[in-house]
T-cell receptor, first 111, second 113 residues
Framework: EDKVVQSPLSLVVHEGDTVTLNCSYE??????LLWYKQEKKAPTFLFML????IEKKSGRLSSILDKKELFSILNITATQTGDSAVYLC???????????FGQGTTLQVKP | DAGVIQSPRHEVTEMGQEVTLRCKPI?????LFWYRQTMMRGLELLIY????????DSGMPEDRFSAKMPNASFSTLKIQPSEPRDSAVYFC???????????FGDGTRLSIL
């Protein structure tokens, strides 16, 4: 069965810290791996990764995919309180449009 | 640009009642997805449509749940009769299809008493 596992499940840091969120998966074939940020309402799209070893970057956030070791990481540098959210890792299998979500990592950034 | 629009934002009703959730996808998007989110189970896909046609409804919990997409700009998710265990946040998402990211609406928070 296809599975996405995120770690840690929760994390508390202070402003300015750097965090690394992990996502490992057991999916036979997939089109893409996506990261979403969910605050109080809808998940908002962060990154889509399709190729191994190519880093995607947006401001203080970056992400990379390792298809050989079957994992992805999401890095946030110089964290701010506004980064507090649940971060969701999800995979889109090759043969379907559906997304398989991990449990999420709840990040709390304290002032 | 308008995002995915869902209504109502909140719904509180008694068990046994019919509940209808509505979704307007982003204009031009040809794939639409209904999800349910709970603390216990996280985000679960219920059903998705491509070009208004249901493709995969394997996530629909049981016959009490049904979804329709009569045209490219509107979809409904109906629960009849509703039960307390249906209480959750229901999200609708849309995408351009293929290998494109999904964009989520703000969700409907459903409480069945």
């Amino acid at each position: 069965e296809d599975k996405v596992v995120q770690s840690p499940l929760s994390l508390v840091v202070h402003e300015g810290d750097t965090v690394t969120l992990n996502c490992s998966y057991e999916v036979t074939n997939f089109r893409s791996l996506l990261w979403y940020k969910q605050e109080k309402k809808a998940p908002t799209f962060l990154f889509m990764l399709t190729s191994s070893g190519i880093e995607k970057k947006s401001g203080r956030l970056s992400s990379i995919l390792d298809k050989k070791e079957l994992f992805s990481i999401l890095n946030i540098t110089a964290t701010q309180t506004g980064d507090s959210a649940v971060y969701l890792c999800t995979l889109q299998p090759s043969n379907t449009g559906k997304l398989i979500f991990g449990q999420g990592t709840t990040l709390q950034v304290k002032p | 640009d308008a995002g995915v629009i869902q209504s109502p934002r909140h719904e509180v009703t008694e068990m046994g009642q019919e509940v209808t959730l509505r979704c307007k996808p982003i204009s031009g998007h040809n794939s639409l997805f209904w999800y349910r989110q709970t603390m216990m189970r996280g985000l679960e896909l219920l059903i998705y449509f491509n070009n208004n046609v249901p493709i995969d409804d394997s996530g629909m919990p049981e016959d009490r749940f049904s979804a329709k997409m009569p045209n490219a700009s509107f979809s409904t998710l109906k629960i009849q009769p509703s039960e307390p265990r249906d209480s959750a946040v229901y999200f609708c998402a849309s995408s351009l299809g293929g290998n494109q990211p999904q964009h989520f609406g703000d969700g409907t928070r459903l409480s069945i008493l």
